[in-house]
């Protein structure tokens, strides 16, 4: 999709290698101590690779496909030397990612609004996504409206306002307390009534009890239905990568609790867990389509899976 030219790909890898960083250097140790002494991979190796994905948080299912398949491909060959294992290994992690070929939202012409739910508990970077999104959109020449649907935290909706005011463009809030699914339906109508390209809906991020969550973002989108008949087009799930394996459960949390169809994962420059990447877009198979990389506007990343490996795996020569 074309509007998000905004990114230079010379600034896009400069920040993705930048915001990796950490990651990189533990995938390397790790790699570099699983074949030390190695010069063909051999049991022993795959062993010490598996441990070396498994603690990189790649994720337990997803580091036993990956070792599977190049079991696959060393019986296949007869003799893989450790130099060629990084060439095998980025070739099959990057073909493990879900709906890979996309980056960011791909909204049809014609199609508007273009109505995405963004969805995740607390404290992961969800408000601050959406402030990322509403820039990148306003940039690329799209209408937006935004809405805070997330009533029952009055520092949410003035943390969404604060963004609309700093991006420019507008929020539809109600009271505190108010009913979500109201402020939603306010938020499409306003959306319709002004010719609107996108719409951006924030939700309470509670996981407590997974009921009430179902019902409550079911009733949101019965509701915003009611205006635009098949909103939301995106339920966009926010996990911190920087959590690891609870981003894992999170995420698992939240598709048994609504239809979630695409992810944005957050806080990869601070951590050396970016691995979680690899995991929740194969073992879930929902599309990773953001990555957050920084604090600054342009930071959030539509994700692009043969970049990611590129940049995770530069630099490491064995």
């Known amino acids: 999709m074309g509007f998000f030219s905004i990114f230079s790909k010379k600034e896009k890898k400069e920040v993705l290698d930048a915001g990796l960083e950490k990651t990189k250097t533990s995938v390397f140790d790790r790699i570099t101590h699983a074949i030390a002494g190695k010069s063909k ?13 498994v603690t990189s948080d790649v994720g337990v299912e997803t580091t036993l496909e990956i070792i599977r398949r190049i079991e696959e491909r060393v019986a296949r060959d007869k003799y893989v030397s450790t130099a060629e294992l990084m060439k095998l290994l980025k070739e099959e992690i990057a073909n493990l990612f879900t709906g890979a070929n996309t980056e960011g939202f791909d909204i049809p012409e014609g199609k508007r609004p273009f109505v995405i739910m963004v969805v995740g508990v607390n404290g992961v970077g969800k408000t601050t996504t959406i402030g990322k999104l509403a820039y990148q959109f306003k940039q690329a020449g799209k209408k937006v409206v935004l809405g805070a649907a997330d009533t029952f935290r009055a520092a949410a909706v003035d943390q969404l306002v604060i963004w609309g005011e700093r991006v420019g463009v507008p929020v539809v809030k109600q009271q505190m307390g108010s009913d979500p699914a109201s402020v939603a339906f306010d938020t499409l109508s306003s959306a319709k009534a002004n010719d609107a390209d996108v719409v951006i809906i924030d939700t309470a991020g509670r996981l407590h009890n997974k009921v009430n969550l179902m019902n409550e973002l079911t009733k949101i ?4 239905q009611k205006v635009v008949p098949d909103a939301p087009d995106e339920v966009l799930l926010v996990l911190d990568g920087s959590t690891g394996q609870n981003a894992f459960e999170q995420a698992k949390q939240f598709i048994k609790a609504t239809e979630v169809t695409s992810l944005a994962i957050t806080k990869l420059d601070g951590t050396a867990k970016g691995g979680t990447v690899i995991g929740i877009s194969h073992e879930l198979s929902v599309p990773v389509r953001y990555i957050g990389l920084g604090e600054q506007m342009t930071d959030l990343q539509p994700f692009n899976a043969h970049e990611f490996v590129e940049s995770l795996f530069d630099g490491i020569k064995l």
């Open 221 to 224: 989108k019965n509701v915003m």
């Open 41 to 53: 991979v051999d049991d022993e190796v795959l062993d010490n690779l598996e441990d070396a994905l």
